[in-house]
């Protein structure tokens, strides 16, 4: 084993995001943190632990390398590096678009796990998916996993279903997030305060969606169980439907799926 268990290249909101979960799985002193911007580097490792080490240092004393750079870079970044990861480091990327054969092809290396995790991973509850190349072994997938163990929930999925599922969980958050503003707006349209409005639609989404996480039922069970005959919630149901609530947040997913296909172009 090599002095750090991780390295983080990019301390960005994701990157810095699964640093934090890393340092708590792990302890600051086995992980290590690099960013282009060396005082942000820094700055962000004296706040949540690790240590900063120029890029070239922490490529060789890594057990995992977490890249944390825009899919734009990765192929230039891992040109960059290859000849500094030593054979029997993981490589970790979380680059939406590139898959684990362009990473191959990029490194020149067998171990490489492909992630796409989401936001909610920083206060540890986030879906983080993976997928594994050909070289990566058992007691390494296992490695990887406890290192990420505060991140939230985590599923090894196929290669070809991440980009799907990257559209669900990945973009998710954003969608989520506008729905929540979505609920506090029409509260505040009836009268609500905006603080208040903002509190009881984010506690009403977190326990809706634990509840759903927790029954076995169908969503669609769930929604009728709230709709009494006649009354209020099945009129706020049927105004979703009529601007399209459905079909629009589907279109969304749908979307963030094809600009993933086209980022490989």
């Known amino acids: 084993m090599k002095k750090y268990i991780a390295g983080f290249i990019g301390t960005g909101n994701m990157g810095g995001a699964l640093a934090v979960a890393a340092v708590k799985a792990a302890g600051g002193e086995k992980i290590a943190l690099y960013d282009i911007n060396k005082e942000k580097a820094e700055a962000f490792a004296n706040t949540v632990g690790g240590a900063y080490l120029p890029l070239r240092e922490l490529c060789q004393n890594c057990d995992y390398i977490f890249l944390g750079v825009k899919p734009h870079i990765v192929n230039g970044l891992l040109e960059e590096i290859k000849e500094d990861v030593p054979e029997d480091a993981v490589i970790v990327s979380m680059a939406a678009g590139v898959d684990l054969w362009t990473l191959n092809r990029a490194s020149g290396k067998e171990k490489i796990i492909r992630i796409m995790p989401n936001t909610p991973a920083t206060v540890g509850e986030g879906m983080m998916l993976y997928s594994l190349y050909e070289g990566i072994t ?105 601007g399209a609530f459905r079909s629009t947040v589907a279109a969304a997913v749908i979307a963030a799926f094809e600009k993933t296909k086209k980022l490989k172009n």
Do not use: N, W
């Open 138 to 242: 058992e007691a390494e997938e296992k490695g990887f996993l406890e290192v990420m163990s505060k991140t939230g929930k985590i599923a090894l999925i196929p290669e070809s279903q991440m980009d799907a599922a990257m559209a669900v969980s990945g973009c998710g958050p954003a969608f989520v997030y506008m729905f929540i503003d979505a609920l506090a707006d029409g509260a505040v349209a009836c009268g609500l305060p905006r603080d208040k409005a903002l509190e009881f639609a984010k506690q009403t989404v977190k326990g809706s969606a634990a509840f759903a996480i927790a029954s076995e039922k169908h969503p669609e069970q769930l929604k009728d169980e709230v709709c009494s005959p006649g009354g209020t919630t099945i009129e706020g149901v049927l105004a979703l439907e009529d």
